[in-house]
């Protein structure tokens, strides 16, 4: 019989476990370079960070360079609901009644729930037709230039809808499944208290 020293095994599972957290608490940056002015003035530059934020949100920068110097706020294109202190995708149902979507009309800071008129989450009407957000076949998608890849989506600077072009997906460089930023997190456009945020609601921005 293998007699096994207990303060070994302790140190053994003790070294495991911090290596398991530590993996978790790490994020990487998209590969492809971001505009300056999306950046802070340290130049850190958004995170997806699942073990951190909360679902449809990114880990911004602040100006500080502390370690503890960085927020979870609403990625591009979701909206920041108050109610239940909770990011979502704009115009999608998110926190609202089934028929409903969330939207943020212009000079408002709240976004709110309203009927959609295809009473499916994820449709929107264009011309008494619904179509599918995010959809590349060719005769259910509205959009010109479809050989580029262009689909219904939000725009992630006015938060509108428009054709926009589909995002290449983040992984991250650790774990056997590595986690993906969503398409439409548009992490290189991302801004922190840009409109519809949860910072910005919070009035914690300028």
């Given at each position: 019989?293998?007699?096994?020293?207990?303060?070994?095994?302790?140190?053994?599972?003790?070294?495991?476990?911090?290596?398991?957290?530590?993996?978790?608490?790490?994020?990487?940056?998209?590969?492809?370079?971001?505009?300056?002015?999306?950046?802070?003035?340290?130049?850190?530059k958004?995170?997806?960070?699942?073990?951190?934020?909360?679902?449809?949100?990114?880990?911004?920068?602040?100006d500080?360079?502390?370690?503890?110097?960085?927020?979870?706020?609403?990625?591009?294109?979701?909206?920041?609901?108050?109610?239940?202190?909770?990011?979502?995708?704009?115009?999608?149902?998110?926190?609202?009644?089934?028929?409903?979507?969330?939207?943020?009309?212009?000079?408002?800071?709240?976004?709110?729930?309203?009927?959609?008129?295809?009473?499916?989450?994820?449709?929107?009407?264009?011309?008494?037709?619904?179509?599918?957000?995010?959809?590349?076949?060719?005769?259910?998608?509205?959009?010109?230039?479809?050989?580029?890849?262009?689909?219904?989506?939000?725009?992630?600077?006015?938060?509108?809808?428009?054709?926009?072009?589909?995002?290449?997906?983040?992984?991250?460089?650790?774990s056997?499944?590595?986690?993906?930023?969503?398409?439409?997190?548009?992490?290189?456009?991302?801004?922190?208290?840009?409109?519809?945020?949860?910072?910005?609601?919070?009035?914690?921005?300028?």
């Amino acid at each position: 019989m293998i007699n096994i020293n207990p303060r070994l095994l302790l140190i053994a599972v003790l070294f495991a476990l911090i290596g398991k957290v530590a993996r978790a608490q790490i994020a990487f940056v998209e590969d492809q370079d971001i505009d300056k002015k999306k950046a802070n003035l340290a130049g850190r530059k958004p995170l997806y960070s699942p073990a951190r934020c909360p679902k449809h949100q990114l880990l911004y920068p602040g100006d500080q360079q502390k370690q503890n110097d960085w927020v979870c706020d609403c990625a591009p294109a979701t909206l920041y609901y108050p109610e239940t202190d909770g990011c979502y995708p704009a115009y999608r149902q998110g926190p609202c009644e089934p028929g409903q979507m969330l939207v943020l009309y212009k000079e408002k800071i709240i976004p709110e729930c309203v009927r959609n008129p295809c009473n499916r989450d994820g449709h929107f009407m264009i011309r008494d037709t619904c179509y599918e957000f995010g959809n590349t076949k060719n005769d259910e998608n509205p959009c010109p230039y479809k050989e580029a890849t262009f689909v219904l989506g939000v725009n992630p600077f006015n938060l509108m809808v428009d054709c926009v072009k589909l995002s290449v997906q983040l992984e991250t460089r650790i774990s056997d499944t590595p986690e993906t930023a969503p398409p439409e997190y548009y992490i290189e456009l991302a801004e922190k208290c840009s409109r519809g945020s949860r910072l910005l609601a919070q009035g914690k921005c300028a």
